[in-house]
């Protein structure tokens, strides 16, 4: 039995359980993107997933405890990571699944919806830090590769070059209202990419030349 205590997202169901998981993150999903986050009652989202409303509050709590674990299952459902044997070609292909998201009807507004509401609540802002985690977890082997294959330096930050790839394009989204089209995608992944070939990236500090002797 799943305790009272345990995080919202931390206990993965299964059976009847798993059923009702899926009908009420559904609902939940829909309503944020409809309406956004201060809108989002957990007692309407229990309904639109014909379930019981005890049942809902029993596992979720509450509004933030609902966006958690919807995080958790967006996590899940992620794709892989891209191997098309270059950085460039797999920089790009994480761009262009970025833009995918958030220019999808659905996901773009769902997106903008959490990220509002990790903005004002603690739960909210480390569910979406742990999606995140698992998202650059998920792509970095993509630069230690290209670490390998010698495109880039050694000591290269994985998790920065993924982020320079992103921000981006979710900068277009949550401010300049710029599209966020295949050509945005590809320069995002090239500048990436330049600039982790330009070193810009590499952690490990260069070894200090010795002084020459006057």
Known sequence: MESDSATPGS??????????REAVL?????????R???HLDLTEVAARAEVGKTT????????????ADLLVEMAE?????????????????NAQLVAKTLTD???????QAVIAAA???QTAA?????????????WSPCVEAAIARGEIPAGTDARAVLSAVSAPLYYRLLASGDPIDDAAAVTAATAAAEAAVAGIFATQPETAAAPKDA
């Open 77 to 93: 459902q992620s794709l892989p990571h891209a191997d098309t044997g270059s950085l460039l070609g797999d920089l790009t292909a």
């Open 126 to 138: 480390t569910a979406l830090r742990r999606f995140y985690d698992i998202r650059l977890t998920e």
């Open 36 to 38: 956004g986050f201060a």
């Open 11 to 20: 206990v993965r169901p299964g059976g009847r359980t798993a059923r009702v």
């Open 119 to 121: 903005t004002c609540d």
């Open 56 to 67: 809902a509050y029993r596992r979720w709590r509450n509004s933030t405890g609902l966006v």
């Open 105 to 111: 009807p659905r996901q773009g507004k769902l997106f």
């Open 26 to 34: 559904r609902a939940a999903g829909d309503l944020l993107a409809e």
